[in-house]
């Protein structure tokens, strides 16, 4: 039973949360938080930091449950606690936590963020040099394989409805790079990219659905390996500045979506079957962008 449900149960049942029993430990002290929105709803998913203030150490962090409520055992002292949820402006606090003071939870309230200057309409082109495509997948039984590919070019166009814009990446796929020369060339290979059949890794996005502050999904097709599925990325933007070889107008953003290989490639049972070292069937992919604004002075990008 998810805490917040819980706890109005035994409120209801004894008029106040403050004065329910759940079993604490000896010399130990309680944060609770009931997260909700300007509306008085529950915020479920808040993630919730708490931070020791002496040490800076974490000493909790999670999430609400459905019903908006956090609550963290920690020994008494003073502490920061912050809670962030899409969308919302954050919210930061420092509370002195006492021992066996019983449970209560403290409302906040999380009002909706600032949304930053979107770009301006027109077209804007990635910026190599200040430009990474990641990925991380885990290696089967092992550690993660982190990589990125070295070689792509792609663009933003950006219309006054910023949700009917447009984003088109082409990336080569032989530039993929882990650091590992025998595991470049067998991700290479016909087992994975096959890039001598399939040269290049494409994105076009469809729409962008706002989801509010600084938030975006970005919906849109990926081909790869000669298939082409649906993606959504979570996307933040990081605004847009006046800077770079010739003080032009520059925008930023981070991308990250989790791609399931077997949608693209082989499947990878039947290849650890066969014997081959393989990564994980799920891989996150990341593209962190900073893009100029396309005049016909915009200089460019060094190689």
Partial sequence: MPLGLLLRRLKGASGSAAGTTLP??????????????????????????????????FSARGTTDPYGVFLALVPPGKYSVRTVAEGMEPHSETVEVVAESGLSLQRVWLQPARQVELPVPGTWLFD?????????????GMA??????????????????????????RID?????TGNR??????????????????????????????GGSKWSLLGTLTMHGVSRSVSLDTTYLGMVNGGYGEELRCAALARTE?????????????????????????????DVQAMYH???TPTPPQ
């Fill in 182 to 211: 025998t595991r470049d060339a067998h991700l290479r290979s016909a087992d994975f990219l096959d890039v001598d059949n399939f040269p290049y890794i494409e994105f076009q996005s469809t729409r962008f659905a706002y989801r």
């Fill in 24 to 57: 604490i430990p000896t010399g130990a002290g309680v944060i609770g938080r009931e997260v909700l929105d300007p509306v008085n709803q529950p915020l479920g998913a808040a993630e919730v930091t708490v931070k020791e203030l002496r040490s800076h150490r």
């Fill in 259 to 287: 791609l399931h290989r077997e949608d693209y490639t082989l499947n990878w049972r039947s290849m650890l079957a066969r014997g081959i070292a393989v990564v994980g069937p799920t891989v996150q992919l990341e593209l």
């Fill in 144 to 169: 993660h394989v982190h990589g990125r590919f070295e070689r792509f070019e792609g663009g933003i166009q950006v219309t006054q409805d910023v949700s009917s814009s447009s984003v088109h990446v």
């Fill in 128 to 140: 190599p040099p200040h430009t990474a495509i990641r990925f991380i997948a885990k290696h089967v």
């Fill in 173 to 177: 796929a032989s530039s993929i790079t």
């Fill in 295 to 297: 005049t016909h002075d």
